[in-house]
């Protein structure tokens, strides 16, 4: 069965983060993905290494001499796919810049993956975590309680991630271009231009309205947050949906809340004695149980709360074993490893990994071969018309809630799809929440439990492209 990028060739300059995850991704999906290192190797030497370059083949050139320059030439007027992370102006200076490249191979697709923009005062900035957390404010104290601006370091490469996973839709939204109108393109993903899908209504000003900052700090609000339990573990406990809040109370054994208005959402915003009475005894109730107890308690009356674990527990865990979310690969160098697994799970073109990651140099003879035998860049055959966005013409039904769901509508509908966000009535306020994640769509509201939102959502379904959900297992087919 083949894989959703079968057929694809991808030479990655990539190096550190950004670039070899983007062509790990790329590889995962069944690309052919040929990793071009300097002689030495990566310039991080990190374990981290054998997952970003599994998949890849490899090959060791020093692009400041005449030789090997030509054969990077060679490979990139072959591919489909060039990745490089480099600050702006770097792979021109090598002979190997975005605009060169594409006169070459006019069906090329050039990623760049720069901390700043190449039109940005910061562009010879390198890019460094350590340098984008600052610029955007992702070392913000967000959650501490305590009223430091003194900054928070995360070890989750934020910018580097946001950046690699939206270079890789954006490459696939150019290879969807090429297939229509015939050429490549280069396309640039800023670090710092990407980190800002990471902080969500944080990186949102709405008119006349004065940010505090308040909603980023706290620990808890109504209903929901993180608590120590009996065991001194904590839990993360959601219970903001008035449907999630009552299966809670039912099943921790305090359905009288109710009557004393501690399960009435508008009146505990209303009413901040209430709401701190209500504070005071949940932080008692969980520590009644153990995080493992509340976690099983909670599941099982359908609502939501979860035992915070470490990234050794994660690992470790048996659904992410079963599902193939965690692999175990043989790598030759550090011998048996677990993996993250494939992400995208397709059911008809399934990624898959197909090898550990390559030794230093391990297929040079054969991409040596390759290039020399291939033939000259297919010259590009272009579609006469005005310029279009990549998915014009794709409509998209949109069902998801809250944060993750609707941003992938959005995604869509930013590179041009129609799309269509059917809402539930009965949501209330969240309808009309998380503003950030529902731009340049459309809106409706059905009920879909009715006969008639069902009959309305049919006919929409009739000339729709994609249909996306982001509903707990079986809650659709149900």
Request: proline letters at 5%; charged letters at 25%.
């Amino acid at each position: 069965m083949a894989s959703a990028l079968d057929g694809i060739r991808v030479i990655d300059f990539g190096q550190y983060i950004a670039g070899p995850l983007v062509g790990m991704l790329l590889a995962d999906q069944g690309a052919d993905v040929i990793k071009v290192d300097p002689p030495g190797g990566p310039r991080w030497k990190t374990p981290a290494n054998a997952t970003w370059n599994r998949g890849k083949r490899s090959i060791v050139l020093d692009v400041k001499q005449a030789g090997d320059l030509a054969t990077a030439k060679g490979l990139i007027q072959g591919a489909d796919v060039v990745v490089e992370n480099f600050r702006p102006g770097v792979m021109d200076r090598l002979g190997l810049g975005a605009n060169a490249m594409t006169q070459a191979n006019p069906r090329l697709v050039y990623l760049s993956l720069p901390g700043f923009a190449s039109d940005d005062p910061r562009a010879s900035s390198p890019a460094w975590e350590g340098i984008l957390g600052a610029a955007t404010a992702t070392y913000r104290p967000r959650a501490t309680g305590n009223g430091s601006d003194r900054p928070v370091y995360t070890a989750i490469p934020i910018s580097s991630n946001y950046g690699a996973f939206q270079g890789v839709v954006a490459t696939i939204m150019a290879l969807i271009a090429r297939a229509r109108d015939g050429v490549g393109q280069r396309v640039e993903v800023p670090l710092f231009d990407a980190t800002f899908a990471s902080i969500g209504r944080a990186g949102m000003r709405i008119h006349n309205e004065q940010n505090t900052g308040a909603d980023l700090r706290d620990l808890r609000g109504i209903w929901g947050g993180n608590f120590v339990c009996k065991d001194g573990r904590w839990v993360r406990f959601s219970g903001s949906g008035n449907q999630n809040l009552q299966e809670f109370v039912d099943a921790a054994g305090v359905a009288s809340w109710r009557a004393e208005g501690l399960t009435d959402l508008e009146r505990l915003r209303r009413e901040p004695e209430l709401a701190n009475e209500l504070d005071r005894r949940i932080l008692e109730l969980f520590k009644t149980r153990t995080a493992q107890e509340w976690e099983d308690l909670v599941a099982d009356a359908g609502s939501e709360c979860t035992m915070c674990r470490t990234s050794e527990e994660w690992f470790s865990h048996p659904h992410a074993l079963e599902s193939k979310m965690v692999i175990e690969v043989q790598d030759p160098t550090y011998g048996k490893m677990l993996q993250p697994g494939i992400n995208a799970r397709m059911s008809l073109t399934p990624g898959g990994v197909r090898h550990p990651a390559p030794a230093l140099d391990q297929h040079r003879e054969e991409i040596l071969s390759e290039v020399a035998s291939q033939s000259p860049a297919t010259p590009a055959k272009t579609t006469e018309g005005t310029m279009r966005s990549v998915l014009d013409g794709i409509k998209v039904l949109d069902l998801c809630i809250i944060l993750a769901g609707p941003t992938c509508g959005r995604t869509l509908a930013e590179y041009g799809a129609d799309v269509i966000k059917i809402d539930n009535p009965s949501r209330g306020s969240t309808v009309s929440s998380h503003n950030e994640v529902n731009r340049a769509k459309r809106s409706i509201l059905l009920d879909l439990k009715t006969e008639e939102g069902l009959n309305v959502f049919w006919r929409l379904l009739e000339d729709t492209d994609v249909v996306a959900q982001n509903y707990r297992a079986g809650k659709m087919e149900a």
